[in-house]
């Protein structure tokens, strides 16, 4: 577009984003005056008559009060400002009753911060308001100056915007320089103010992400029953693909190994030389289902891992990778079976992708520790086009893998630009 091509100074006055803001900060002001003064009166009648019964139920509805405050705050910040703050913990008692609600509403964090907002945001309301409204009314009224400059003599009866004045000296904008140096200034204040509007909105965004929101212990609770959930989901999804390898591949040989041992049971005494060939052949067979069974056992974990570390497994998985895969692991010491786990099968199945997807002629795998984290780094010189969202039609399907990385408290990034190369990154919380 052609206006991305102006200089951000220069679009901000005209910019969708300044206007909603300033629409914010013009709402704003009613809104935290009204807050204020229901909050303040019920939450001071509350705690007036605590003495007495009417208290309690008057405090516990003040505050259930200012939390619809915040929904409809939340609400605003959402619409104007593009800010998403999750609802906090909703209010539940015990047993379902009036008087368990009342008293988990007064034991609830996240109520009282609500009722802290409503009082700390209207003198910021009033302070944000004034500077806004002064900023945009002279920037813009003195910029078109001289497109309204013809109104004070019509009908004001004065040549222009008087400067100065007094018994005997007055001073007016009426010059064609003092009116386009009146102009410029008021383009000087026309380009700042978006950019103090913004900085006035951050700490409205401050406020309301801040106390609004759902509180840190809850977050952690959200984030760690859906990390539960993606375990189970994983673990479930692991037996499955354990018992379907097992029915379609070792399971199946065996079945036919038996009855092949039968038939040269039957024939042995007939006809030797044909049992010597099913025993050959059931020999075979066995051959394969070990192989098979090896594989299963590698898939669920690899002896090397448990043996050597990840340093001999990588190398192990690398070796088995159809492009050449330099392996550099630097670790001081290893890390617990279960992020160790993690990192091996993270890297074995980045590894797949490399050699379905890529259309690499090399990659390279790095693993090292930093701080408290474990870092992993798999890249290729391939095509490119990987990403995180990206599961089908020849994508690399990493979704699953960042959710696993994710339950342990992990991260995964990917940069890989179209026309390639590609990185993959993986942190993993060290626990030695």
Not at 160 to 187: K, M, N, R
Not at 393 to 420: F, K, Q
Request: charged share 20%; net charge neutral; proline share 5%.
């Amino acid at each position: 577009m052609a206006s991305r091509r102006l200089p951000a100074a220069i679009r901000a006055p005209f910019e969708a984003r300044t206007w909603r803001a300033f629409l914010y900060v013009l709402i704003g002001l009613p809104l935290s005056v009204l807050w204020f003064a229901l909050s303040v009166s019920f939450v001071s009648a509350g705690t007036g008559l605590l003495i007495t019964f009417l208290g309690v139920p008057i405090l516990a509805g003040a505050l259930g009060m200012c939390r619809g405050f915040g929904a409809v705050e939340r609400a605003r910040a959402r619409g104007l400002l593009d800010l998403d703050v999750a609802a906090p913990e909703p209010v539940r008692g015990r047993t379902g009753g009036a008087f368990s609600w009342m008293g988990a509403m007064l034991k609830s964090g996240a109520s009282w911060r609500h009722l802290l907002y409503a009082v700390l945001h209207m003198p910021w309301a009033v302070f944000s308001f004034s500077v806004t409204v002064a900023l945009f009314s002279w920037g813009w009224s003195l910029f078109t100056y001289p497109l309204w400059q013809w109104v004070f003599p019509t009908w004001v009866g004065q040549d222009g915007i008087q400067l100065y004045g007094d018994a005997t000296h007055s001073f007016y904008l009426d010059a064609p320089f003092e009116i386009a140096v009146t102009s410029l200034i008021g383009l000087v204040f026309v380009l700042i103010g978006p950019w103090v509007l913004r900085g006035l909105v951050s700490v409205d965004r401050l406020l309301v992400s801040g106390l609004l929101g759902p509180s840190r212990l809850a977050s952690r609770v959200t984030e760690l029953e859906s990390d539960r959930g993606v375990v189970v989901d994983t673990a479930a999804a692991d037996l499955r693909r354990i018992e379907r390898d097992l029915h379609d591949g070792a399971q199946a040989r065996l079945a036919a190994l038996a009855m092949d041992l039968g038939l040269a049971k039957e024939k042995l005494a007939q006809d030797p030389q044909a049992a010597a060939v099913l025993v050959d052949e059931a020999h075979g067979e066995v051959k394969l289902a070990l192989q098979e069974l090896r594989d299963l056992a590698r898939g669920i974990h690899p002896a090397v891992l448990t043996d050597r570390g990840l340093d001999a497994a990588l190398s192990a998985v690398a070796s088995r990778c159809s492009v050449p895969v330099s392996v550099d692991v630097d670790l001081p010491t290893r890390p617990v079976p279960a992020i160790e786990g993690i990192a091996y099968f993270t890297v074995s199945e980045l590894l797949q992708n490399v050699s379905r997807h890529s259309g690499a002629r090399r990659a390279w795998v790095d693993v090292w520790r930093t701080g408290d984290r474990l870092m992993l780094q798999v890249r290729d010189d391939g095509v490119g086009g990987a990403g995180v969202s990206d599961g089908s039609g020849g994508g690399s399907g990493l979704a699953g893998l960042s959710e696993r990385v994710g339950a342990v408290d992990g991260v995964l990034a990917v940069d890989s630009p179209a026309g390639g190369p590609t990185t993959v990154t993986v942190e993993l919380p060290w626990r030695a």
